[in-house]
């Protein structure tokens, strides 16, 4: 069974740089058949994709979040990261780590973390 | 802010049907598949259908989706009280240089 873990600080401070980690059970970074994303939801709110990584380093980003979001595979330890610079209090949210599927005919998450709660706060 | 809009919430009895409806444009729903996923109170999502219309092994035949056009539309029927939750729908767009979007998603109450 697939399991996927975030794990970071919950609390971060108004500019400063928001980092996570997801680490893969059960499955590998490495498989040609799935991309690792990253996906948050403020609360209340909806979710939001924020970007994918596949184990080439193959990259895709949330066009409105480009600009601050930095993402990483490390095939080794069977993670994947997260980095979000400059956050605001807009960036209070639960952030989830999810594994999407590309066997089907189109793509899919089919595993997701439990999440992680985020505050951004001085 | 979504590219796909759904109804903020539907109700209705046990065992009873609702549809939750999905609308987005030609460059996403109306290019490519669509999957739905279900949020329990307090839980990551869980994937419900994919693919338009399959369903994951465990989810019962009571969750069915299908698409039309620039639409999609997630049915449950036999309605349990164990269904509520918020419910989303997801594709990629293909004007987003294939970001994946989300649904503004429905809450779903059993009355």
Known sequence: ?122 | QSVLTQPPSVSAAPGRMVTISCSGSSSNIGSNYVSWYQQLPGTAPKLLIFDNNKRPSGIPDRFSGSKSGTSATLGITGLQTGDEADYYCGTWDNSLSAGRVFGTGTKVTVL
């Not at chain 1, 639960?94 to 001085?122: H, I, K, N, P």
């Open chain 1, 1 to 122: 069974q697939v399991q996927l873990q975030e794990s970071g600080p919950g609390l971060v401070k108004p500019s400063e740089t928001l980092s996570l980690t997801c680490t893969v059970s059960g499955g590998s970074v490495s498989s040609d058949y799935h991309y690792w994303s990253w996906i948050r939801q403020p609360p209340g709110k909806g979710l939001e994709w924020i970007a994918y990584i596949y184990h080439s380093g193959a990259i895709n980003y949330n066009f409105s979040l480009k600009s601050r979001v930095s993402v990483s595979v490390d095939t080794s330890k069977n993670q994947f990261s997260l980095k979000l610079s400059s956050v605001t209090a807009a960036d209070t949210a639960m952030y989830y780590c999810a594994r999407e599927s590309l066997t089907g005919e189109g793509y899919y998450f089919d595993y997701w973390g439990q999440g992680t709660l985020v505050t951004v706060s001085s």
